[in-house]
């Protein structure tokens, strides 16, 4: 059984920080690429970053460049986003992925999701 458990969302003022956690089980952590998503009220699931297991390839999408850092601990199984300098246009809920089979942008290339956590840049 595979479950990405995500945790670390909430409500923060603009130009605020969190940091999203994402907890693995399974075999499926093991070598496998991790990703964060997101997705706003009316809005398509959209890319936010992605790295390898290795750490040596990290993606990032353009709106989220120079604030959010991707990380992972593969000792604990766990793939993290921080996120600095938050804007309100980045609310949305954030999702998990792991296992890629291809371009790390498609939402349909990722095998396995976790459930969401909200965030929300408010005043």
């Known amino acids: 059984q595979v479950q990405l458990v995500e945790s670390g969302g909430g409500l923060v003022q603009p130009g605020g920080s969190l940091r999203l956690s994402c907890a693995a089980s399974?075999?499926?952590?093991?070598?496998?690429?991790m990703g964060w998503f997101r997705q706003a009220p009316g809005n398509e699931r959209e890319f936010v970053a992605a790295?390898?297991?290795?750490?040596?390839?990290?993606v990032y999408a353009d709106s989220v460049k120079g604030r959010f850092t991707i990380s992972r601990d593969n000792a604990k199984n766990t793939v993290y986003l921080q996120m600095n300098s938050l804007k309100p246009e980045d609310t949305a809920v954030y999702y998990c992925?792991?296992?890629?089979?291809?371009?790390?942008?498609?939402?349909?290339?990722?095998?396995?999701w976790g459930q969401g956590t909200q965030v929300t840049v408010s005043s």
């Open positions: 790295r390898s297991w290795s750490g040596g390839n990290t």
């Open positions: 992925a792991a296992n890629s089979a291809g371009w790390w942008m498609y939402v349909a290339n990722w095998g396995y």
């Open positions: 399974g075999r499926t952590f093991r070598g496998s690429d």
